[in-house]
């Protein structure tokens, strides 16, 4: 589905990535795991065209994106959840909803927004509040929500535990996984490696722009090098 | 009191303020009062028009004024080099003007933040040198002068209205805000208000919703230019006189005190900067130096102490003293309202 082949992504002079190559089959769940530098942001604006990678691939369904505009991809199937949540603060939750929908017409927007919202029902319950009154774990729930609005193919999640306390992460893991169960492919970045892993399939390491390790839940989890780096 | 909240204050300001405009010429005779009057109401128009932008959008421009002089300058031309009646040089005008803002919105939009302010500041310059310089066309220093009065409006033997005072240019100028509120609501409550909005507070959260943002604040620059053609137009058949001074850097910075001193996103905002601006800035005619300085000290004050501008205390103060409502009846109310800028 989702395929990155030799990818490498340049600030001026400096190189953010390199020689990354990354594949996410369609229904997957793969996750990004790194710390903070690592580059994992700068792979998903790649992905998303909001940074111009200066060499590789990227391809979704077989057809290459590097070009393409960020919010044409929404319509190519792919959504993102940005870092820090990003709600529209001094809108609604429900117009943060309907914003999602932005591609769709006016009806299939509401219809949208019912079905999309279903899994958070406390976002139904604050449909009216402004959406910057949310708490964190409520925000990164409109933030999910609001990017199944178009049914994505595949959800590329940037640090959906960012600021969040454990008890919320777990929520938010468990939201996401119930996408994931539903068909939605997945592809998520995260310093929380251990939630990361946990959830995922498949994982990939990435260091300093450079990917170091790759493998399965259960490899990356006996590996070493996760272990001593993230696990603890 | 309690219908006044059910009513919402955003809907009761607009009712007082629809209730003042009714009663107001009734109050005023003296004929400089009514001239002032008129000059809030064009420059309510700009405000409107500007705070789309920079309000509604998150996009500064300290050009407006070179558009609203390209509003003023085009229908002063129609009426005194092709005789035309005002009825057509103000769709004329504003059709230019929509037209220039959009080519500058086109290019200048290309740039962010304050690379934006800088290439809309060269292009009001850049059109206030045309206007001083183009002697021609625009007239040079000494302007467009004898611009006519709109005609006379007859319906047959029933009705016949002239502009031949202050007070007559009144009714027309409130149908036109009015008209602009009008428009202005429609738009912010639309899909595409509400796509403005996104990209004022998040340009990539917008674009990931599948917004293309450049050609949503490209419509957004184009939209506001209209209403500088409006504005200028009116200007124009209403001082019978347009000259390059006008349409200088100093009026782009006014336009965008009037939106920062009411408040960034709210049209009750941009009314009350444009009628405190133009009262103050008739008060100080006697010393035209000081007009600068004191916008620019405003502006500063502003920032520093109530970045949200007058609507902005008001929603403190309410906040702070209307205490028996709940907090999701505060915010229940405040995301009905339009704009959504407070904190």
């Not at chain 2, 005789?83 to 740039?111: N, Q, R």
């Amino acid at each position: 589905m989702l395929n990155i082949k030799n990818l490498a992504t340049y600030y001026g002079q400096i190189c953010a990535l390199e020689k990354i190559n990354i594949n996410v089959k369609e229904g997957e769940a793969v996750s990004v795991i790194g710390a903070n530098g690592a580059g994992k942001s700068t792979l998903l604006k790649s992905i998303m065209g909001e940074v111009r990678p200066r060499n590789g691939t990227i391809t979704l369904d077989g057809k290459p994106i590097n070009n393409t505009r960020t919010y044409k991809l929404v319509g190519r199937g792919m959504t993102l959840v940005p870092e820090g949540r990003q709600v529209f603060p001094y809108l609604s939750v429900w117009d943060n909803l309907l914003l999602g929908g932005y591609t769709l017409s006016l009806k299939e927007r509401n219809n949208m927004a019912e079905e999309s919202s279903a899994p958070f029902p406390i976002l139904r319950e604050r449909k009216n509040q402004m959406a910057g009154l949310l708490s964190g774990g409520e925000q990164q729930m409109l933030a999910i929500a609001r990017a199944m609005m178009t049914k994505p193919k595949i959800l590329l999640l940037d640090e959906p535990s960012m600021g969040l306390s454990p008890k919320l992460v777990y929520e938010v893991y468990e939201k996401i996984d119930e996408l994931h169960q539903n068909g939605t492919t997945i592809l998520l970045v995260d310093q929380n490696a251990e939630m990361a892993i946990n959830f995922c399939d498949r994982a990939y390491v990435l260091m300093a722009g450079r990917l170091v390790s790759e493998g399965t839940k259960e490899e990356l989890m006996n590996s070493k090098v996760v272990q001593a780096s993230y696990l603890g | 009191m309690k219908k006044m909240k059910e009513l919402g204050y955003s809907k009761m300001g607009l009712i007082i303020g629809g209730i003042v405009l009714f009663f107001l010429p009734f109050l005023i005779t003296n004929p400089y009062f009514i001239y002032v009057v008129n000059l809030i109401l064009i420059y309510i128009i700009l405000t409107l028009g500007l705070d789309l932008l920079v309000g509604y959008t998150g996009q500064v421009s300290l050009g407006h004024a070179g558009l609203f002089g390209i509003g003023a300058y085009s229908t002063a031309l129609f009426s005194t080099k092709l005789d035309y009646s005002f009825w057509v040089t103000l769709p004329l005008a504003t059709i230019i003007t929509t037209m220039i803002g959009f080519v500058v919105g086109f290019i200048g939009l290309k740039l962010v933040e304050e690379y934006l302010v800088m290439a809309t500041l060269a292009f009001g310059t850049i059109l206030w040198l045309v206007f001083l310089n183009w002697s021609d066309l625009t007239g040079g220093p000494m302007g467009v002068s004898a611009i006519p009065a709109p005609p006379t409006i007859r319906i047959g033997s029933i009705l016949e209205y002239g502009f031949n005072k202050y007070i007559d240019y009144y009714p027309l100028f409130v149908a036109f805000v009015l008209l602009s509120i009008f428009v202005t609501r429609l738009i912010i409550r639309s899909g595409f208000g509400r796509a403005c909005t996104a990209i004022r507070d998040d340009e990539l959260a917008a674009q990931a919703m599948g917004i293309p943002v450049f050609k949503t604040k490209v419509v957004m620059f184009t939209i506001s230019s209209a209403y500088c053609g409006v504005a200028g137009a009116l200007y124009a058949h209403f001082l019978h006189v347009v000259s390059p001074e006008t349409f200088a850097f100093a009026m782009s910075v006014t336009i965008l005190t009037m939106v920062m001193i009411g408040g960034q996103g709210s049209i009750i905002g941009a009314i009350l900067g444009a009628t405190l601006l133009t009262v103050t800035s008739e008060a100080l005619r006697s010393t035209p130096e000081l007009r600068m300085m004191i916008y620019g000290l405003l502006i500063i004050l502003v920032m520093m102490f109530f970045p949200r501008g007058i609507m902005g205390l008001m929603h403190l103060f309410k906040e702070k003293f209307i205490k028996n409502k709940t907090v999701n009846t505060v915010v229940n109310s405040e995301v009905k309202k339009e704009g959504l800028r407070y904190e």
